[in-house]
């Protein structure tokens, strides 16, 4: 099975910092690429999808894709202690409709 | 949009008994139905995948005599975990998707199964 590879953590910022989680993939032939955060205890909640090279934003999130490197990053700006979650890198490999995960990181922001 | 919805959220029962698990997808249809398991700190497993009509495609491990699935509409699938036993509990929790391999999944809230 190709992999997904994610720092595992812990990371912490301060409260309204940026915080930066990173996924790099090794399924050259893949997709789709998408973050989730987890609560605690709770079930993974879809943050976004990026299918194309660049940047897309939504709100405070902003996700960047780069295939020629074979990573992609969530940014998450004015960070909120309500942010701290496991973050999920998930990968849709070519030719699949499964996701395959990187292990998450853990995030604590710090008020 | 993409709402989910698992039910029971919580089951504590003996060993022995079956136990049924339902996922359903409320403001979509759902081409494609996941179902996973999660032990403490540790990441989603698959189990198995599920298509409307069809049988379940099962992960390499996963007893399909043991949890049997049934995705018989396009908008419901059930779990049923048969003859349940304390190492059967977990956090199980699925997902649904619609479209081309490429969509989303969106996920249930999860059933935190404990057998005692």
């Known amino acids: 099975q190709k992999e997904v590879e994610q720092n595992s953590g812990p990371l912490s910022v301060p409260e309204g910092a940026i915080a930066s989680l990173n996924c790099t993939y090794s399924d050259r032939g893949s997709q789709s690429f998408f973050w989730y955060r987890q609560y605690s205890g709770k079930s993974p909640e879809l943050i976004m999808f990026i299918y194309s090279n660049g940047d897309k934003e939504d709100g405070r999130f902003t996700a960047q894709l780069n295939k020629a490197s074979q990573y992609v990053s969530l940014l998450i700006r004015d960070s909120q202690p309500s942010d701290s979650a496991t973050y999920l890198c998930a990968v849709i490999q070519g030719g699949s409709e499964k996701l395959v995960f990187g292990k998450g990181t853990k995030l604590t922001v710090n008020p | 949009g993409a709402v989910v919805s698992q039910h029971p959220s919580w089951v504590i029962c003996k060993s022995g008994t079956s136990v049924k698990i339902e996922c359903r997808s409320l403001d979509f249809q759902a081409t494609t139905m996941f179902w996973y398991r999660q032990f403490p700190k540790q990441s989603l497993m698959l189990m198995a995948t599920?298509?409307?009509?069809?049988?379940?495609?099962?992960e390499q491990g996963v007893e399909k005599d043991k949890f049997l699935i049934n995705h018989a509409s396009l908008t419901l699938s059930t779990l049923t975990v048969t003859s349940a036993h304390p190492e059967d509990s977990s956090f199980y929790i699925c997902?649904?998707?619609?479209?081309?391999?490429?969509?989303?999944?969106?996920f249930g809230d999860g059933t935190r199964l404990s057998i005692l």
């Open positions: 997902s649904a998707k619609t479209g081309n391999n490429n969509q989303p999944q969106h």
């Open positions: 599920s298509n409307e009509g069809s049988k379940a495609t099962y």
